[in-house]
């Protein structure tokens, strides 16, 4: 339910995550021992988007137990650095990167909340700040978030953020065609749900969530006042999950609506990038 933002929401947050991070490393969801033999975390379109790594260096904000941080390091970026608020998400990625024997100049994990990501980062900029995919709706204040991700962006290099389309959390579960909550809500949406999204079923105590929406123009408007130069923004017709229950799995993995539906869209990704001067 929407309700005022509890003083301590970042606790709230941080043990409902610190919590779940034992749960994703043992769940099929994530399936660690999958990655540990090669398979890639990342999406095809963040990659045909971010484009070649090969010899950049790369920073993840909310990286969660680094496996979309790894993936970077092993389509070549030359040195990966992966930020969180959970120490044992920091923990598992540091045991991940030690089990690929990449070792802390190629694979760095960083415990810090991500608004102090400037001073807690072990380079001042990075050619390549990828974030996204459930990380913005745990941020209060997406200006600051967008000029802290600014700041760590070397001049020439570019942030990448690919999320979930916050349109989807605006319709109702079952249809995903009733505009059922507030696109524009400021307030924070507190929930007390059991469990995660990676294992429906885990027993859990810390279940209280503090999140927030963030309009795309907001988002896409606090990146360009931080001054990075918008260089796309794509609206995508799936998602990674069956957000209501009348989408349907591709056989590329992806959830849709069924053809003779009309489509939202249900993620999107923004390149934007720092000039060499300016
Ligand atoms: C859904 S996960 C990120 C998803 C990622 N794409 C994945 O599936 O691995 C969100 C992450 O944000 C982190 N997080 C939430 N609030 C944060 C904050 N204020 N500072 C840093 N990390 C935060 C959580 O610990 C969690 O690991």
């Known amino acids: 339910m929407y309700a005022r933002t509890p003083d301590d929401w970042h606790e709230i947050n941080r043990a409902r995550w610190d919590e779940r991070v034992p749960i994703h490393a043992a769940a099929d969801f994530y399936g660690l021992d999958a990655f540990l033999a090669g398979r890639d975390a990342l999406r095809d379109f963040e990659l045909a988007e971010v ?32 930020l969180d608020f959970s120490e044992p998400a920091v923990g ?3 045991g991940l990167a030690r089990s690929l024997e990449l070792p802390p ?35 209060p204040d997406i200006t600051r978030w967008a000029e802290v991700a600014a700041s760590v962006v070397a001049p020439g ?6 999320e979930f389309h916050p349109l989807t959390d ?8 009733k505009v059922t909550y507030d696109y524009f809500s400021r307030e924070a949406w ?32 606090a990146l360009a006042a931080a001054g ?35 489509r939202i869209p249900m993620m ?3 390149k934007a990038s720092r000039p060499v001067r300016g």
């Open 92 to 94: 598992t990625a540091r």
């Open 51 to 82: 484009g070649d790594v090969t010899g950049r260096t790369l920073l993840h904000l909310q990286c969660h137990i680094g496996l979309d941080t790894l993936s970077w390091a092993r389509h070549g970026a030359a040195r990966v650095v992966g």
């Open 157 to 162: 290099g570019f942030l990448y953020l690919a």
């Open 268 to 270: 999107y990704s923004v």
């Open 190 to 221: 507190v929930d007390d749900s059991p469990g995660t999204y990676a294992d429906r079923d885990a027993v859990t105590v810390h279940n209280r969530s503090v999140e927030w929406q963030h309009p795309v123009g907001e988002v896409v408007s």
């Open 228 to 262: 990075l130069r918008i260089e796309f923004l794509h609206e995508h017709d799936a998602s990674l999950f069956p957000r209501y229950q009348v989408l349907e799995r591709g056989e590329d993995g992806y959830h849709r609506f069924p053809p003779d539906r009309p």
């Open 105 to 139: 100049e190629r694979a760095a994990f960083v415990a810090a909340d991500v608004y102090d990501a400037a001073q807690a980062v072990p380079d001042s900029a990075y050619d390549i700040v990828y974030t996204g995919l459930g990380a913005l709706n745990w941020l």
């Open 170 to 177: 605006c319709l109702d579960d079952e249809t995903g065609s």
